[in-house]
T-cell receptor, first 110, second 111 residues
Framework: QKEVEQNSGPLSVPEGAIASLNCTYSDRGSQSFFWYRQYSGKSPELIMFIYSNGDKEDGRFTAQLNKASQYVSLLIRDSQPSDSATYLC??????????FGTGTRLTIIP | EAGVAQSPRYKIIEKRQSVAFWCNPISGHATLYWYQQILGQGPKLLIQFQNNGVVDDSQLPKDRFSAERLKGVDSTLKIQPAKLEDSAVYLC?????????FGQGTRLTVV
């Protein structure tokens, strides 16, 4: 059973600080990982994806992948109130199929 | 570019009734997915289509759920008969490669 696990939170971070969201997975054969942001009552929106070990940066967002430790993270720098949402981690375990974690609820405190 | 379209946005039905959801994927996207998202959980894949063929329906409760994708474009998901535990948001997504794009979803309430 391929699994993706996230701390459900809530995670509270002061505005302007760095928010760190973490995800672990159970399948060593995983090829790629995706971070989605989901506002309350809305559909998931793709923020970033990462295929290779190391860091990938896009604006205020940095995704980190460590395949040896089976660990994926998302860092949000200079957190804004508009970043308050649930963040879903998903792994591609082959055949273009994603397995999602339960999501981490993030609240940015002004 | 138009996104994934779904309808209806909301539906309330009584248990044992039937319901159908419709999805129109992004133009040119060969792969279409239906997910069920229960409140407080991540999306769970119900069925995956590649064009009009089923790739994975291992988590689809086939005694009550059915889905089709005629002509490899639009898709419908049906529940018959509905149970209380089917209350959830049903999300449709499409992809050209591994990046999936989601529609707004249909929020189903079974009472």
């Amino acid at each position: 059973q391929k699994e993706v696990e996230q701390n459900s939170g809530p995670l509270s971070v002061p505005e302007g600080a760095i928010a760190s969201l973490n995800c672990t997975y159970s399948d060593r054969g995983s090829q790629s990982f995706f971070w989605y942001r989901q506002y309350s009552g809305k559909s998931p929106e793709l923020i970033m994806f990462i295929y290779s070990n190391g860091d990938k940066e896009d604006g205020r967002f940095t995704a980190q992948l460590n395949k040896a430790s089976q660990y994926v993270s998302l860092l949000i720098r200079d957190s804004q109130p508009s970043d308050s949402a649930t963040y879903l981690c998903a792994g591609n375990f082959g055949n273009e199929k994603l397995t999602f974690g339960t999501g981490t609820r993030l609240t940015i405190i002004p | 570019e138009a996104g994934v379209a779904q309808s209806p946005r909301y539906k309330i039905i009584e248990k044992r009734q039937s319901v159908a959801f419709w999805c129109n994927p992004i133009s040119g996207h060969a792969t279409l997915y239906w997910y069920q998202q229960i409140l407080g959980q991540g999306p769970k894949l119900l069925i995956q289509f590649q064009n009009n063929g089923v790739v994975d329906d291992s988590q689809l409760p086939k005694d009550r759920f059915s889905a089709e994708r005629l002509k490899g474009v639009d898709s419908t998901l049906k529940i018959q008969p509905a149970k209380l535990e089917d209350s959830a948001v049903y999300l449709c997504a499409s992809s050209l490669d591994t990046q999936q794009f989601f529609g707004q979803g249909t929020r189903l309430t079974v009472v």
